[in-house]
């Protein structure tokens, strides 16, 4: 069934599945605006408690890992509590910690120890906020919508990414403390507005009208769920865990993303430092610079979900959802080698910000190729596909000043390139239409 007809008759007023996925992007930024924020106060952080760019890696990875490790709990959490609950927890466990980090004591003992646990408790709040999200695409939109609905999602990175300057300001006016005041602040707002307008599927949802309803109803894959309209039964039916733990497009879109969270988190902790650093600019530069991957990546998550459902639609789901990632990972790894051999600073950041824009072309499909092979256990697959990508975030974090301290930046680079061509070729083994999970009641 395509869906031109039944969009128009649902078109009554702004649907309602719009009005909420863009909130969800709201709060993608502000989640996002905690991570951008650590690695532009890691400087005045270091400075004051004399802690190096090594330590301060080990400060970053203690966030993927406990990010990282709670992937899984956190995806059957959000099936279970459903999104609207658990990012509403979400909404103030991440202020807690964040406001923890502002009040750490000058002159306390360890405080690179307090760092790590802190950062740790907020990666495991933070691991719902996906699986979440991935719960309510499926809930809430048609399958012909999927990639949109994270392009919107993911595109509050790029909205996070135009805060350095921000950031930066409040930093060296009233110093990095007030910088996580204002960011917990924000993450506590758009988590209660969240709560106070979102439910958990359409069918819950008193704004929604009959049309779009039916049009979200009538357009799930009703072959991944069983009794899938019926909303009763609806998350209780029992994880196929051995399924899905041997699924060969489970298992490759996990690989895929380890590498393109590899990369993307060279952006989130180090590309500040390394213009600050390495290109030798000053802080505001820096910070100007720093918001360029950021813009890139927005544009990108929104034209690779455009692009993902527009190619599906017309020529198939697997070049759609697969062959389009592959080759965005595949010209992103170029990018990266050709950015950090250029001698200016100024044309360096905006190739590997090209880079970046590449890069998150691919960002969105991963999440809608999850809810379509996984139907309601999307927060579970898509829980393990996003540890996988924290992993490689992890490793990004203590790996890359390791390899640059011993072989230079170009070599750090050079080594996320191999990574993300790894990451393009696992797409090749994926079929959407024919790796589909089969769910049994």
Known sequence: MTNSGST???????????????????ISAAVYLDRINIS?????IGKEFSIDKVQMGWVFTAFLIGYAGLQIPAGVLARRLGPRITLGLLGVWNPIFIVLIALIP????????LLILLRFFLGVGEATMFPATSQFVERWFPVSERGKANGLIFAGIGLAGLTPPLMTAIILRYGWRASFCFGASVGALVGLVWFLAARDTPEQHKWVSDAERELIVSQRRASTVV?????????KHKIPWLQIFSSKAVLAITLSYFAFGYVAWMFYTWFYIYMAQVRGLNLKTSALYSMLPFLAMTAGCLLGGVLSDWIATRFGARQGRCLLPALALAITAFLLVLGSHIESAAAAAFMLAFGAGVLFISQSIYWAVTADISGEYVGVVSGIMNMGGQVGGACTAAFTPVIAAHFGWNASFSTAAVIMAIGALAWLVIDPKRDVLVVHG
């Open 106 to 113: 000058h002159g306390i003992g360890s405080p690179l120890i």
């Open 40 to 44: 532009i106060a890691a400087i005045g």
């Open 227 to 235: 009794k899938e309209d019926d909303v009763a039964h609806y998350g």
């Open 8 to 26: 128009k008759s649902s078109s009554t007023g702004f649907p309602v599945r719009y009005f909420l996925v863009l909130w969800l992007m709201v």
